[in-house]
T-cell receptor, first 113, second 110 residues
Framework: GESVGLHLPTLSVQEGDNSIINCAYS??????FIWYKQESGKGPQFIID?????DKRQGQRVTVLLNKTVKHLSLQIAATQPGDSAVYFC????????????FGSGTRLQVQP | DGGITQSPKYLFRKEGQNVTLSCEQN?????MYWYRQDPGQGLRLIYY???????QKGDIAEGYSVSREKKESFPLTVTSAQKNPTAFYLC?????????FGPGTRLLVL
């Protein structure tokens, strides 16, 4: 079936550097995307979202880029901090009827001091 | 996870036993969801409810049951028919397409 997946299972960066986490999706009907951050033993925390009619959206220290041509989504974290260490998931919806999310398997971000 | 509470944080199930996981919300969201997360994996949808007294099966509903008698509550029962229940269970509420998650319940089998 169609799915959302991630290119890199683990990303290690130095504190202060910028981080880029990538996500590929296969459903061309996907129209809404969300990035979540999940710390160990906790529930996912909403970071930022983007609709398919946008290419870019910025939040506080985070930017999401959407390339519909190649079905690719990325999360950029500026000036990465130790508190950013977590697993990051992208999720998408394309079924407006049930409004349920399809999740990728996640990327672990490790920030080295 | 503010506004969404899940209890207990840890739950132990004996073989053949049914157990119920609690999810309560005070966000006044109509939609509520249950997901299962296995180690190193993403979340998979078990059941969802878009309105009181109505719910639908998700992708992995077998061995689970739910009820939605109140807007604030969406309990999940893991029945004895679920042969591999060990996982992290996450409840979410929905405001439009966006979903917000509770802190989770970790279910372990004795």
């Amino acid at each position: 079936g169609e799915s959302v997946g991630l290119h890199l299972p683990t990303l290690s960066v130095q504190e202060g550097d910028n981080s880029i986490i990538n996500c590929a999706y296969s459903n061309s009907a996907s129209d809404y995307f969300i990035w979540y951050k999940q710390e160990s033993g906790k529930g996912p925390q909403f970071i930022i979202d983007i609709r398919s009619n946008m290419d870019k959206r910025q939040g506080q220290r985070v930017t999401v880029l959407l390339n519909k041509t190649v079905k690719h989504l990325s999360l950029q974290i500026a000036a990465t901090q130790p508190g950013d260490s977590a697993v990051y998931f992208c999720a998408e919806t394309s079924d407006t009827g049930r409004r349920a999310l399809t999740f990728g398997s996640g990327t672990r971000l490790q920030v080295q001091p | 996870d503010g506004g969404i509470t899940q209890s207990p944080k840890y739950l132990f199930r004996k073989e053949g036993q049914n157990v119920t996981l609690s999810c309560e919300q005070n966000l006044n969201h109509d939609a509520m969801y249950w997901y299962r997360q296995d180690p190193g994996q993403g979340l998979r949808l078990i059941y969802y409810s878009q309105i009181v007294n109505d719910f639908q099966k998700g992708d992995i509903a077998e061995g689970y049951s739910v009820s939605r008698e109140k807007k604030e509550s969406f309990p999940l029962t893991v029945t004895s028919a679920q042969k591999n229940p060990t996982a992290f269970y996450l409840c979410a509420t929905g405001a439009g397409e966006t979903q917000y998650f509770g802190p989770g319940t970790r279910l372990l089998v004795l």
